[in-house]
């Protein structure tokens, strides 16, 4: 039971430290660019990018379909009229019918004429009849033959076909539609490094802001204890009456002052954090703790990196975004061209159909092959390729101007953050040796006070300039560290590790 107990309790004990999170700079920058949303859609946008690039380059390679149908028709084609279709079945018999007419007749003119007698014509006539009827019934067969021959069963229609075609010339427009894809990979590719850097400037500055406002607060936290401090021996000297009760006053006022503050710097506080919380992706009422936030120093030694402008330009991706739009621009003037120029195409495939149309519409399937080249030559379209065309160079020029100012704002920005991170050195140096004559300031106030011959509004003063001094050191330090993250963004190397 008492190991038992023994465990609980340091369970206990133990919570309460690892439900505190310490971050780093560089853990805060890497949970950041992990959650950030916007950076993760700018890295969805880059696969999109890059799968349209993909297909863009299956445009040079031959397509192949297949398609198939079913028809049902309430009427059938007739290749024969209504006419036509009641003669064929009795093509023998009206036939035979004129011939026997012809015959008769001519029989009687040769009984009349004494060529033959009539037991002969009556025997020719019976021989003829007999003959005739045979033929009459064979050629009625043929007709009936012939007829069903030309009944085509096209009610129900089926067809497939299989086709290939490959694009031989197309007025540059594959080509032209392959490096828009190439270089929208491109641009999607510097989107992300541009996301990445604002990213990164973002929780620096979140950062280095709680970093200060932590370091403020413990300042507060002296600064109240020292003016209770010195309204406890005011008090004291008052029971003693060496002061007045006017002066307890105006100390309890600085306390009240201090306390105020105090309170303000912990409120901005909880509210940074919870900022840089939100930036990193963590639940915002989480407890962290920074690894420089304890630190009395923050290690701003004096460095500022080369300055090399030409670098800035091709390091800069917002400089690259604006080059891939010039890019994308022309060859989206070299696509508007080819829709005005020949283009050439291979085509073949093969076609089923039943009926079968080359075998006398049988009911079975039947196909062929054709191969074969389209061709198609624009000729006349009321310039309107020609204005399209201008007005897409246009659109080229207005990218160029945009790219060249913009060139000339980095180079304003580089000039403009070397120079701030020069001056925020100096401050620097400046806030130190001001803190150094602060203590210095009210360490003899103080010995003076004791001493009596320095008056309370004189030890208020110098502790006053005592915290106000730390203060001014706190910002220093702070904006030394922002104006290298600036310099480092306009230098385009943010983030980028050597």
Not at 410 to 419: E, G, R, T
């Amino acid at each position: 039971m008492g190991k038992l107990l023994s465990l609980l309790i340091l369970i206990g004990c133990t919570l309460p430290i690892s439900a505190q999170r310490t971050l780093s700079l560089d853990s805060c920058r890497a949970l950041a660019l992990r959650n950030n949303k916007q950076l993760n859609i700018s890295k969805l946008k880059q696969d999109v990018a890059r799968n349209t690039h993909k297909a863009t380059k299956t445009k040079y390679l031959p397509k192949v379909d297949a398609a198939g149908s079913y028809l049902f028709t309430s009427r059938e084609i007739s290749l024969l009229n209504d006419e036509q279709k009641n003669t064929l079945p009795n093509l023998g018999t009206n036939l035979a019918a004129g011939l026997g007419g012809n015959a008769n007749a001519t029989m009687t003119d040769l009984v009349q004429k004494g060529v033959i007698t009539m037991q002969q014509a009556t025997a020719l006539g019976e021989l003829l009849n007999n003959t005739t009827t045979s033929v009459a019934t064979a050629l009625n067969e043929v007709g009936n033959q012939l007829k069903d021959a030309f009944h085509t069963d096209t009610r129900n229609i089926f067809t497939a076909t299989i086709s290939v075609r490959q694009p031989i010339y197309m007025g540059g427009a594959i080509t032209a539609a392959n490096k828009m894809a190439e270089i929208g990979e491109e641009l999607a590719y510097n989107n992300i490094n541009t996301m990445t850097q604002a990213t990164i400037h973002a929780i620096d500055q979140a950062y280095w802001l709680v970093v200060s406002l932590k370091q403020k607060d413990a300042l507060a936290s002296q600064y109240l204890q020292l003016t209770e401090k010195f309204s406890d021996d005011v008090k004291k000297m008052i029971r003693e009456g060496v002061c007045t009760k006017a002066d307890g006053l105006r100390v309890d006022v600085r306390v009240n002052e201090a306390e105020m503050a105090k309170t303000q710097v912990e409120d901005g506080l909880v509210l940074a954090k919870m900022y840089l919380c939100q930036l990193c992706g963590i639940p915002m009422e989480e407890d962290i703790t920074l690894e420089d936030e304890g630190k009395a120093s923050l290690g701003t030694t004096e460095y500022i990196p080369t300055i090399d402008k030409e670098m800035a330009m091709g390091n800069r991706p917002e400089l690259r975004m604006l080059q891939n739009t010039i890019d994308l621009s022309k060859e989206s003037t070299k696509l508007i061209r080819s829709a005005f120029l020949p283009q050439v195409a291979a085509l073949g495939g093969y076609t089923l159909s039943n009926p079968n149309v080359f075998n006398g519409f049988q009911r079975k399937f039947g196909g062929l092959f054709h191969v074969g080249v389209m061709v198609r030559v624009p000729i006349w379209s009321w310039h309107e390729g020609r204005y399209k065309v201008n007005a897409a160079k246009a659109a080229t020029n207005i990218a160029e101007m945009e790219l060249q100012d913009a060139r000339e704002k980095v180079d304003l920005q580089v000039s403009q953050s070397a120079f701030k991170v020069k001056e925020a050195y100096k401050r620097l140096t400046m806030s130190t040796k001001n803190l150094e004559r602060a203590e210095e300031n009210l360490r003899c106030a103080n010995l003076g006070f004791s001493e009596g011959v320095m008056q309370i509004t004189e030890v208020v003063a110098a502790q006053t300039a005592w915290q106000q001094a730390h203060s001014q050191k706190i910002d220093a330090e702070i904006e030394v560290k922002l104006c290298q993250i600036d310099l480092e963004k306009s230098l385009g190397t943010l983030g980028i590790k050597d």
